[in-house]
C-alpha cells in the first residue's frame, strides 16, 4: 500500500469517531478510484448517519482528496443526504477520450468534454430531472460499450451483469468488474491489518 494510506491510516483511528468512521467508510468506497484504475465511484452520502453536516464532510474529503489523490463533485444534494461522484482526473479525460463524438452530440454533450464539465451538465441534468443521468456511468468505469448498450444508442444485446449491464462481449466487462472488486477488498484487508 502506498505510504500516503498508511500514514492516514496510522492517524485514523485517534480521529473523532464519527469522523474516522466516515474516512474508513470512504477509503473502502472509493478503492476502486484509489487503487483499482477505476475513474470514478457514485456515492450516496448520509451526513447523519455520522453525526455531521453535509458541508462538514464535503469539507472532510476536500483534506482527504489532496492527500489521496482524487477529484470530487457534489452531483446531487437534499440534506442531509448528497450524492457525491469521487474521480481520478487522468482515469475520467481517458473514459470520455474513448465516447466517440457522435454518441457524445446524441447525448447533448460538446464533441470534446472534460469531466469537471461533464460532471457538473451530469448534476444539473440530476438536479433539473430528479433521475440520475445513465451517461454518468462513462466516468464511473463502466465500458463505454455498455453504457452506449444500455442506453440504445449501440446495437448489441444484453449478455450478463457485472454490477452493470453487458453489451456484446462479456470478457472485458468482467475482467474489469473483478478488478474494482478486488480493490475493494484490498482496502477491507489492509484496514483489517
Not at 466517440?100 to 460532471?119: C, D, K, R
Request: charged share 20%; hydrophobic share 40%.
Amino acid at each position: 500500500m502506498s505510504p500516503r494510506f498508511e500514514t492516514w491510516e496510522r492517524g485514523v483511528n485517534d480521529l473523532p469517531r464519527s469522523e474516522s468512521a466516515f474516512e474508513k467508510w470512504l477509503f473502502v468506497g472509493i478503492a476502486g478510484v484509489l487503487f483499482g484504475g477505476k475513474p470514478g465511484e457514485l456515492l450516496r452520502i448520509n451526513a447523519a448517519k455520522y453525526g455531521l453536516a453535509v458541508d462538514d464532510l464535503t469539507a472532510r474529503m476536500s483534506l482527504l482528496s489532496e492527500t489521496w489523490g482524487f477529484s470530487f463533485i457534489v452531483v446531487y444534494r437534499c440534506d442531509p443526504y448528497a450524492t457525491i461522484v469521487i474521480y481520478n482526473t487522468v482515469m475520467t479525460e481517458k473514459a470520455l477520450s474513448e465516447v466517440s463524438e457522435w454518441a457524445l452530440n446524441e447525448l447533448g454533450y460538446p464533441g470534446t468534454v472534460g469531466p469537471e464539465e461533464f460532471l457538473n451538465e451530469i448534476g444539473q441534468r440530476w438536479q433539473n430531472t430528479g433521475k440520475i443521468p445513465h451517461e454518468i456511468g462513462l466516468t464511473l468505469g463502466y465500458p463505454v460499450k455498455d453504457v452506449l448498450g444500455y442506453m440504445g444508442l449501440l446495437s448489441a444485446r444484453c449478455t450478463g451483469t457485472c454490477g452493470w449491464r453487458i453489451y456484446g462481449d462479456p470478457a472485458p466487462s468482467l475482467s474489469r468488474g473483478r478488478r474494482y472488486v478486488r480493490a475493494k477488498r484490498q482496502a477491507v484487508d489492509f484496514l483489517s491489518s
